[in-house]
Nanobody
């Protein structure tokens, strides 16, 4: 099983980035998927999640209205996306994608699979 994130980078405040995550190695069709982020020395923080149905979504209050999560379930790979607009310096973190069976939750410990992370740096 592999979850591989990409799309991170350096962007100015007010700019946009699109993160991607490719999940493969098993059937993820019945899995909820989510994005978390972490700043060194702090706990991993929930950002957004999308249900196995590709319809149900949930967002942290800090990103609601600025970030959009989506997924594309291909035959052997599920692609997870996070469109990030109006970025702020406080969005700077390592962003991780994660997957768990059935319903999405905001608790990192409930997720079964994780990617290696991609750095997002927003300069003010």
């Amino acid at each position: 099983v592999q979850l591989v994130e990409s799309g991170g980078g350096l962007v100015q405040a007010g700019g946009s980035l699109r993160l991607s995550c490719a999940a493969s190695g098993r059937t993820f069709g019945g899995y909820a998927m989510a994005w978390f982020r972490q700043v060194p020395g702090t706990e991993r923080e929930f950002v957004a999640a999308i249900g196995w149905d590709s319809i149900t979504t949930d967002y942290a209050d800090s990103v609601k209205g600025r970030f959009t999560i989506s997924r594309d379930d291909a035959e052997k790979t599920v692609y997870l996306y996070l469109n990030m607009n109006s970025l702020k310096a406080e969005d700077t973190a390592v962003y991780y994608c994660a997957a768990k069976q059935t319903y999405a939750l905001r608790t990192p410990g409930m997720y079964d699979y994780w990617g290696q992370g991609t750095q997002v740096t927003v300069s003010s």
